[in-house]
């Protein structure tokens, strides 16, 4: 059964960067989209980025077009967001998600995703 890490949140001064794992185990990665989201405190989840089987990327967010990318190593069972440019909204508790998926599928809808990671806070303050 496939279960998902993350690592790689902290404390980043505004204009830093910080680059998200999220590490998968129990399954080979290269079966799923992964989809990338965060949670501010008192706000609702919001899908950020997700990655396809083949590696291609959509950004969901439009907040974070042009600073945040998403990557992925299926030999490594391992998906990377980038986090490039970061400002005091980007702070929020930042999940992966898995969806198993057919090769070539588009990105699922956030409500499909059933695998999710226990998150990793992301702090963007001076």
């Known amino acids: 059964q496939l279960q998902l890490v993350e690592s790689g949140g902290g404390l980043v001064q505004p204009g830093g960067s910080l680059r998200l794992s999220c590490a998968a185990s129990g399954s080979p990665l290269g079966f799923y989209a992964i989809g990338w989201f965060r949670q501010a405190p008192g706000k609702e989840r919001e899908g950020v980025l997700c990655?396809?089987?083949?590696?291609?990327?959509?950004v969901l967010a439009d907040s974070v077009k042009g600073r945040f990318t998403g990557s992925r190593d299926n030999a490594k069972n391992t998906v990377i967001l980038q986090m490039n440019s970061l400002k005091p909204e980007d702070t929020g508790l930042y999940y992966c998600?898995?969806?198993?998926?057919?090769?070539?599928?588009?990105?699922?809808?956030?409500?499909?995703?059933?695998?999710w990671g226990q998150g990793t806070q992301v702090t963007v303050s001076s």
């Open positions: 998600a898995a969806k198993f998926v057919g090769l070539g599928s588009s990105c699922p809808v956030s409500s499909d995703y059933n695998v």
């Open positions: 990655t396809t089987r083949s590696g291609g990327t959509t």
